[in-house]
């Protein structure tokens, strides 16, 4: 068989392949998806299995190195996580440069970035060493940035990691105690959150993480790579739409909760109305995180005993949806966003912290993806080709002659 670069050669032909749809850029032991029967794996293991029995740390080791960790690795890694959560003091000047209304996602990416001017031995990625320490630091000190992103909007003061206090707590706590008060994290929202967070694990060659590994593959460091795919994640088609979601439902119910005459809209294409939370670019049938986070929202909520309209109407308008000919035909199920803003708004977060809990959550398949193509020899520069569409030649006119 010829290789595509000579075959390009011999041709000149190149493939086009507008966003991607069909083109592998790289090989990927990581995470697998079967978008037509609804399938995610993470290194092998089926989705419902992790956020059943796992742990976010643990689901991070797992993404990272390849394998479940053992409980004296699981340990190892827990207490070396525990011991890098503080941020240097002056990373926290960055904050006060900020304005009071920055949204926080900008913040977390603009921090991270800087990360690397105060961890500069990490810049070689084949160090082995500073890789490994770069990814600790990360998995680290990101809930402490993202925290000190919501303390500046609130203007409350930033609060110290507790090192006593297991991953999840200890960023429920920076981010929601206020000093002189004493602050115990629901468990109830610490197990939720966490397994909200496995399920943000990793999602193969998403925009976010083809971002950091088109970075990467140039040899920038970790922090540059992950600084870049959280701006990408930014972005109202990938990390945004949990909100557009709940704005959804909130419209639905000013308007008097007629889920009826919104479905028709939908299904008429009204103003480009579309069913936010709903179809997928890979899955064709259900999302397997949709399944697994509709049963934690039924559960999250009433064991916080928080009867939300906008939960009852938001199962009520999938009911409706799955039973139409116009989302049937088109193969369009929950996708993982459809609950997930209605628990991050129980648990107190305000609509654009949403997507700083996805990051987190989707750090440790950032690190992996990197990490397995830093350590791959063949790992070339990413750099796709194009269909030109200009003007072919012309004679350049001189300033005085235009
Ligand atoms: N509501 C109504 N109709 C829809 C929806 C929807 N949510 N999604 C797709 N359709 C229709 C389209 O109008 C189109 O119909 P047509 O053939 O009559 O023109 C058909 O289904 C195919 O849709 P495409 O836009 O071509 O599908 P694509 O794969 O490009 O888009 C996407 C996938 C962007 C997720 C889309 O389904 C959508 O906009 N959903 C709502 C936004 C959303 O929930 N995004 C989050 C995705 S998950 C994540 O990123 C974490």
């Given at each position: 068989a010829m290789d595509i670069s000579t075959l390009r050669a011999k041709t000149g032909l190149v493939t086009y392949d507008g966003g991607f749809?069909?083109?592998?850029a790289c090989k990927s032991a990581i995470t697998f998806i079967d978008g037509e029967e609804g399938v995610l794996r993470y290194r092998g293991y089926p989705i419902e299995q992790i956020a059943e029995q796992g742990t976010f740390l643990e689901t991070a080791y797992l993404l990272i190195y390849g394998e479940l960790p053992s409980v004296s690795a699981l340990d190892n890694f827990r207490d070396e996580i525990t011991q890098h959560t503080l941020l240097h003091e002056d990373v926290k000047r960055f904050y006060d440069g900020f304005p009071r209304d920055a949204h926080p996602m900008a913040m977390l990416s603009s921090v991270v970035s800087a990360l690397s001017t105060f961890y500069q031995?990490?810049?070689?990625?084949?160090?082995e060493e500073q890789v490994r320490l770069s990814a600790i630091r990360l998995l680290a000190k990101l809930p402490t940035i993202a925290a000190y992103a919501f303390k500046k909007s609130v203007g409350q003061p930033m609060l110290y990691p507790d090192n006593s206090l297991g991953y999840v707590e200890n960023f429920l706590r920076m981010t929601f105690a206020v000093p002189a008060e004493s602050y115990k994290a629901d468990p109830v929202v610490v197990d939720a959150l966490d397994k909200l967070l496995i399920l943000h694990g990793d999602h193969e060659q998403n925009c976010s993480t083809s971002t950091v590994r088109l970075v990467g593959s140039s040899q920038a460091n970790m922090f540059a790579s992950i600084s870049a795919g959280i701006n990408a994640l930014w972005g109202p088609l990938h990390g945004g739409a949990n909100q557009q979601v709940l704005e959804m439902l909130e419209q639905i119910k000013n308007d008097g909760g007629d889920i009826d005459a919104f479905v028709n809209k939908v299904k008429n294409k009204e103003d480009g109305v579309r069913l936010m939370g709903f179809g997928h670019r890979v899955y064709k049938s259900r999302d397997p995180r949709a399944t697994i986070i509709k049963k934690a929202a039924d559960d999250v909520l009433s064991r916080m005993g928080k009867k939300d309209e906008l939960l009852d109407l938001a199962m009520q308008l999938e009911e409706r949806a799955l039973a139409d000919d116009y989302f049937v035909e088109r193969k369009l199920y929950p996708n993982v966003d459809f609950y997930t803003g209605l628990i991050y708004r129980a648990m107190?977060?305000?609509?654009?912290?949403f997507t700083v809990l996805f990051a987190i959550g989707r750090l440790p398949g950032w690190i992996a993806h990197w990490q397995e193509m830093i350590a791959d020899p063949k790992a070339k520069i990413g750099r796709p080709r194009q269909v030109y569409t200009g003007v072919a030649l012309r004679d350049y006119t001189p300033i005085g002659a235009r």
């Open positions: 749809v069909n083109t592998a031995d990490s810049h070689n990625p084949f160090d107190g977060f305000p609509t654009e912290m």
